[in-house]
């Protein structure tokens, strides 16, 4: 017999939301067509080759796009990007004006970001009504250096230097 899943769902959204984690914006071309999110649920998974994931609902607007292309753009946000993290998450108009352009792959890639990667998917791993993509990147560039922008207890936050030294 299983326990019930329910009485532990607030402590899983609390506790997650006191992990921070990095924000970025995954981009998509399909069938001429910007798409794009802003994500939490980026990680690495190898250096090589340089492979990263991410997570995603299959019911977002994005996963049609996700789940029948070949590649994506991922832009690591510095603290100078709120608005266009807001933007990503929050409105419907995420490609009205200059703040993209395409790249290579006909990736969407957004300008004045921390960096951006452009990668081809090499898994889609779906699990009730959410997926874990695999991509393996194939082109890229770091911006300028700087805080990056962190998402926490709700809100964007920066990290803060620790007296410490290795």
């Not at 997650?16 to 990680?43: C, D, K, L, M, W």
């Not at 004045?112 to 090499?122: E, N, R, S």
Request: aromatic residues 10%; charged residues 20%; hydrophobic residues 40%.
């Amino acid at each position: 017999m299983t326990a019930d899943p329910a009485p532990f769902e607030r402590t899983f959204k609390e506790m997650f939301r006191r992990h921070a984690a990095g924000v970025a914006i995954i981009t998509v071309n399909y069938q001429g067509e910007p798409y794009g999110f802003t994500a939490t649920s980026v990680a690495s998974l190898s250096a090589q080759p340089p492979r990263f994931t991410f997570n995603m609902a299959r019911s977002s607007s994005s996963w049609p796009a996700v789940a029948n292309t070949t590649h994506i753009g991922l832009h690591m946000l510095g603290l100078d990007n709120q608005e266009l993290a807001d933007r990503f998450a929050k409105t419907k108009d995420r490609f009205g004006g200059d703040h993209w352009e395409l790249g290579p792959h006909d990736v969407p890639v957004l300008k004045d970001v921390a960096g951006w990667l452009i990668g081809k998917i090499q898994m889609r791993l779906s699990f009730e009504n959410n997926a874990v993509v695999v991509v393996e990147v194939v082109d890229g560039q770091v911006g300028e250096d700087g805080s990056p922008l962190l998402y926490h207890a709700g809100g964007y936050s920066q990290p803060a230097p620790l007296d410490y030294e290795i």
